[in-house]
């Protein structure tokens, strides 16, 4: 049982967790790319989505194991060589702009709802991020996993509860829905940019030793991934369409729609979601430092080490964070997709799985 936790569940946990602060957290992200495109639209670019995110998880996962990489310095330069440079370059750019969507829904959330300064908010997140790193690897992973059971429960709950409001019929609005242009491009732009962190998550494969069990891992993230945004788009026709304004929806949609019980819950959930988001990236830049400067006998950076370089990422976060988390996620996102299938997407499910089939 031990096992198929670690090969199966950890690594779609902590992928997924990582996704959900920016994305699910929030909600914003789940409006931007699917719901706009109309309720029936949202649906088939969730199906697009998920139908990448298992192609390249599998990939990326069996890719790792047979080389042994697990670091995303070491998986790039064994897939694209001396091109690596150019995931590192994107991969700065995503991460500086997902801690700041984090920081920035932070701030948001604490200042509507107990009126605590959206900075001090941000700020106050931000350095939860960094006592998390500061215990190292294990302690990401446990926290990560964990909590992301936890957030899908209320997750769950919430769902049903939105299901149960009689002011609307959910299903009439879904089953009366439109279908705008774009849902396609809007599926696979989502995938894109959120499969960017799937290399530097890869620390949390390191139990797979099978190409069924690699090719199963990814296949479960991929599906396992887009069960909120589902579940959320979903719910979201209960507000439609007052919700695609909104820069949290989430909060918005319980705000409206829910019980006072939940919402606090849900504010409490969140918050540490988006600490766990911001410890997963931060954890993977280590991974990717320690495997260059090896400033102990075991390759490890120490603890104050490690809780510097989170402060300084998460310091330049805060700065993007401070432009707002609606022009954040429309514009940066997708700006940002089409490189990451050019340095990663693209090249390995092509030549990755060329070097795995003549590595055989």
């Known amino acids: 049982m031990s096992r198929i936790f670690n090969v199966y569940i ?193 620390f949390s494969t390191r139990s797979i030793q099978t190409r069924r069990e690699a090719l199963m891992a990814g296949v479960i993230a991929g599906i396992a991934v887009m069960v909120p945004a589902v579940l959320f788009h979903i719910s979201y026709a209960a507000g439609y369409p007052d919700v695609l304004e909104q820069p949290v929806p989430n909060y918005w949609m319980m705000s409206e729609y829910s019980t006072a019980l939940l919402l606090m819950v849900f504010l409490v959930a969140l918050l540490g979601t988006l600490v766990e988001t911001g410890a997963g990236l931060v954890q993977g830049l280590i991974e990717r430092i320690e495997m260059v400067v090896k400033t102990e006998a075991d390759g490890a950076l120490s603890q104050p080490t490690r809780a510097a370089i989170a402060v300084v990422t998460l310091v330049f976060g805060g700065l993007v964070g401070s432009l707002g988390i609606v022009a954040l996620v429309a514009k940066g996102y997708s700006a940002l997709s089409v490189g990451f299938a050019l340095v990663y997407i693209i090249p390995v499910t092509t030549l990755g799985l060329v070097k795995i089939i003549k590595s055989c």
């Open 10 to 202: 950890v690594p779609a946990a902590v992928f997924i967790s990582v996704v959900m602060g920016g994305g699910y957290g929030t909600g914003r992200e789940v409006v931007e790319f699917f719901t706009r495109y109309g309720l029936l639209g949202g649906l088939l670019g969730t199906a697009t989505a998920a139908c990448v995110f298992a192609l390249v998880l599998a990939c990326t996962y069996e890719f790792a194991r047979v080389f042994q990489v697990y670091d995303y310095r070491s998986f790039f330069k064994k897939l694209i060589g001396p091109f690596w440079v150019c995931f590192e370059a994107l991969y700065l750019l995503l991460f500086l702009l997902v801690l700041g969507v984090v920081g920035s829904a932070a701030g948001n959330i604490l200042e509507q709802e107990f009126a605590i300064s959206s900075h001090l908010g941000m700020a106050g997140v931000l350095g939860l991020v960094v006592l998390l790193v500061y215990f190292g690897r294990e302690a990401v992973e446990k926290v990560l996993t964990f909590w992301s059971i936890g957030m899908y429960l209320v997750f769950a709950y919430y769902f049903v509860e939105i299901l149960n409001n009689g002011r609307i019929d959910i299903l009439q609005s879904l089953t009366g829905g439109g279908i705008e242009s774009g849902w396609l491009q809007g599926g696979i732009l989502y995938a894109m940019y959120n499969l960017a962190v799937a290399p530097v998550l890869l």
